[in-house]
């Protein structure tokens, strides 16, 4: 990835927060809790995971321009969302979350020198990532998301108003 590539893609990692914020004010809260299957995440739940994804990825980041050469540990999203209780826990306060640990990490992703965009690390389950592709997978990850949770409203107000 080019140095303009790289510029574009921190800017709209760093306007993740309110692109969520806004997408979610698309949904109605009565949508929220919708399973669309028996193994789906609910909108709620969506939410939930994204907070845990951002601190897996603030932590990531950290050993990518401080540790380079580190390995960084991979979870099981669907595991956490059932030990940890999403459907429980507050969408509210994680969006919260979401927001402060992606606003830090905007802030420091862009002020990092253009040598740190070489470091590397090595993930527990799919191997070595460089900070450009831990860049580019949570650049696309809100907006993937947010075509997901669009998918469940559209699959709820089907079986809602058929």
């Keep these: 990835m080019n140095q303009a590539e790289r510029q574009a893609k921190i800017e709209s990692y760093g306007r993740a927060g309110e692109k969520l914020e806004t997408a979610l004010k698309a949904l109605p809260q009565a949508a929220w809790h919708f399973r669309p299957a028996p193994e789906e995440w609910t909108i709620h739940e969506v939410v939930v ?5 951002e601190a897996n990825s603030y932590v990531r980041a950290r050993r990518l321009a401080a540790e380079p050469g580190s390995t960084v540990q991979g979870y099981d999203e669907m ?3 059932r030990a940890l209780n999403y459907s429980e826990q507050s969408a509210e306060e994680a969006v919260e979350l979401f927001k402060l640990l992606r606003r830090n990490t905007y802030h420091l992703i862009r002020r990092l020198p253009e040598s740190a965009w070489a470091n590397t690390v090595m993930h527990s389950e ?3 990532m460089t900070f450009d592709q831990w860049l580019d997978i949570y650049e696309r990850h809100v907006r993937e998301h947010i075509e997901q949770m669009q998918g469940m409203y559209a699959a709820w107000k ?3 108003h058929a």
């Design 49 to 53: 995971h994204l907070a845990d994804s």
């Design 79 to 81: 595991q956490w969302a």
């Design 126 to 128: 799919s191997g070595p």
């Design 158 to 160: 089907t079986q809602n």
